[in-house]
């Protein structure tokens, strides 16, 4: 079921996609009541140079906040893992991009498989301010309204927060802190100095207790929580194929 009122943008395309490439592969995990409008502009470029790309619609996500009310957070990671496995039968490598809690999820598949070539996170939301009281508020309220402004990105998802979505969230927050030391594989992050989604310290958190050495962290001065819209994806690309990913990131 698809609602016009609890989404924003519902004409932009939000689904799920596979644009076949060459043999290394991305796969692009979006953010929490968001749709797959928030990786395509990325992935199109991905694609553009050759690589194949892949990004699931999360469960819940893109039809009716109630529908994210009544997943969990291991359904998310059964759909990105399935996704992963997918995209592993095409491609030789598989690197594995994230924004807010898309870079979460991006980090539990990292934990359980060791085949994947790099982590590259935007905005992880690995901690969110008084997101642990959502658990509390959920059963006498399913929803809390989000600010209504507009900001001009291209932006899909709901206009609401499903709460026990959100206590889902949290759940899934407190699993993956607890492992970050089985994250060997390289890890690139990034962060906004307008990001007012995520809590401050959490690249901190991430960098400081994650079991790789090869990681690096890049603020951008310039960014809110959605760098993915809200920066040249061109840019991007520069960045991410500086020294620090060194033979491990593919510039064709």
Known sequence: MTNNTFIKNIHLPGEDFFWYGNKTG????HGFTATTA????FAQVLHEKGFTVSGPLLPGHGTHPEDLNKTTWKKWSQAVEHSYQELSKHC??????????????????????????????FAPAIKVSHLWTARFIAPFKPY???????????????????LKGAAELRKLQIHVQK???????????????????????????IMDNVGTSNKRHIHLNDSG???????????????????????QFPTS
């Open 26 to 29: 991305f796969l692009l995990i």
């Open 225 to 247: 929580h959605c760098i993915l819209l809200d920066q040249d994806p061109n840019n991007l690309m520069g960045l991410l194929q500086e020294p620090f990913l060194g033979n």
């Open 144 to 162: 809390l309204a989000k600010p209504e402004k507009d900001d001009g990105l291209p932006w899909k998802g709901y206009t609401v927060h499903p």
């Open 92 to 121: 030789n490598r598989v690197f594995v991009i994230g924004e807010s809690m898309g870079g979460v999820l991006a980090l539990e598949l990292a934990t359980r498989y060791k085949s994947i070539a790099g982590l590259i996170l």
């Open 38 to 41: 928030e990786v395509r502009p």
């Open 179 to 205: 492992r970050l030391k089985d994250v060997t594989q390289p890890v690139l992050m990034f962060t906004g100095e307008y990001d007012r989604t995520i809590s401050t310290d959490s690249a901190s958190i």
